[in-house]
Antibody, heavy 121, light 108 residues
Framework: QVRLQESGPGLVKPSETLSLTCSVS??????????WGWIRQSPGKGLEWIGN???????YYSVSLKSRVTILVDTSKNQFSLKLTSVTAADTAEYFC?????????????WGRGTLVTVSS | SYVLAQPPSVSVTPGQTAFISCGGD??????VHWYQRKPGQAPVLVIY???DRPSGIPERFSGSNSGNRASLTISRVEAGDEADYYC???????????FGGGTKLTVL
């Protein structure tokens, strides 16, 4: 059974960098045909795609966040990570990692449970 | 940028059929995917590629897509179907994954 688990600080100060890790079990990032992605949901708002990464390191980012986002993959640990710089209160959200199926247009076929990150001093 | 429009809310009584729409410019030319999000739980893919169901999703969930509108249909609605539902597409021109604003399904 494939599982994804987000981890990282639940509180980040304004202007600092938000860093999260997604640990994958039951599937190998290095051999899987899937991309791996990050999505967030701010309080009272809808889902927002952040970006995707492949095992090769190839990435796709949301144009609205591209200037502040970096997604990296560590195949030796079967993990991928998210870094979001210069955070503000608007970045307070529940952050999800997900497996991205690229067959016939991309969609997220498996999600982590999510982790809440609050941006506050 | 490509925009997906969903009604903020839909209400049905148990046993009825719920229809949730997702509007977009020529959305019929894209593959539409639907997610269910219950409070405190991770989103779950309920329909992909317009009308395919992942394993474990009841046959009561179906989807269609044509022209400028895609739809998620939930037949014989149960109390457990109460959730937020989101549509999603890939904007291929810019390689952006786009979500609709979400629809809250209330089972009265």
């Amino acid at each position: 059974q494939v599982r994804l688990q987000e981890s990282g600080p639940g509180l980040v100060k304004p202007s600092e960098t938000l860093s999260l890790t997604c640990s994958v079990s039951g599937d190998s990032i290095s051999t899987s045909p899937h991309y791996w992605g990050w999505i967030r949901q701010s309080p009272g708002k809808g889902l927002e795609w952040i970006g995707n990464i492949y095992s090769s390191g190839n990435t796709y980012y949301s144009v609205s966040l591209k200037s502040r986002v970096t997604i990296l993959v560590d195949t030796s640990k079967n993990q991928f990570s998210l870094k979001l710089t210069s955070v503000t209160a608007a970045d307070t959200a529940e952050y999800f990692c997900a497996r991205t199926s690229i067959a016939a247009d991309w969609h997220f076929d498996l999600w982590g449970r999510g982790t809440l990150v609050t941006v506050s001093s | 940028s490509y925009v997906l429009a969903q009604p903020p809310s839909v209400s049905v009584t148990p046993g009825q059929t719920a229809f949730i729409s997702c509007g977009g410019d020529n959305i019929g030319s894209k593959s539409v995917h639907w997610y269910q999000r219950k409070p405190g739980q991770a989103p779950v893919l309920v329909i992909y590629n317009d009308g395919d169901r992942p394993s474990g999703i009841p046959e009561r969930f179906s989807g269609s897509n044509s022209g400028n509108r895609a739809s998620l249909t939930i037949s014989r609605v149960e109390a457990g179907d109460e959730a937020d539902y989101y549509c999603q597409v890939l904007e291929t021109r810019s390689d952006q994954m786009i979500f609709g604003g979400g629809t809250k399904l209330t089972v009265l």
